[in-house]
Nanobody, 126 residues
Framework: QVQLVESGGGSVQAGGSLRLTCLITGYTLSSSYNYVGWFRQAPGKEREGIAFLYTGGQSTYYTDSVKGRFTISRDNDKNTMYLQMNNLKPEDTAMYYC?????????????????WGQGTQVTVSS
């Protein structure tokens, strides 16, 4: 059974930083050769893919609004994925979800994923 568990969300002021963690069990990052990453959804808005990596190499993908501020990474030994978020802005306020394994779609930012975490809330105040 695959489980993804996010942690690290919280409330920060604009300009601050947070690091989100996604602990994955039942799905081995080092041998999956697929995509994993992070989505977010703000109240009243559609879910948005923001940062992804290819587990079979070094490729990473970011939506424009987070480029240069967010960094996705993984630790294969811990089977864990991270999202380092710097220079946070109020518009980054959302529920953040990690996801794994593309099931359809040509771009990791817009693909459908098979496995999902339960989400962690990030709130950025001005």
């Amino acid at each position: 059974q695959v489980q993804l568990v996010e942690s690290g969300g919280g409330s920060v002021q604009a300009g601050g930083s947070l690091r989100l963690t996604c602990l994955i069990t039942g799905y081995t990052l080092s041998s999956s050769y697929n995509y994993v990453g992070w989505f977010r959804q703000a109240p009243g808005k559609e879910r948005e893919g923001i940062a992804f990596l290819y587990t079979g190499g070094q490729s990473t993908y970011y939506t424009d609004s987070v480029k240069g501020r967010f960094t996705i990474s993984r630790d294969n030994d811990k089977n864990t994925m991270y999202l380092q978020m710097n220079n946070l802005k109020p518009e980054d306020t959302a529920m953040y979800y990690c996801a794994a394994q593309v099931v359809s779609g040509n771009s990791p930012l817009y693909a459908d994923y098979k496995y999902w975490g339960q989400g962690t809330q990030v709130t950025v105040s001005s």
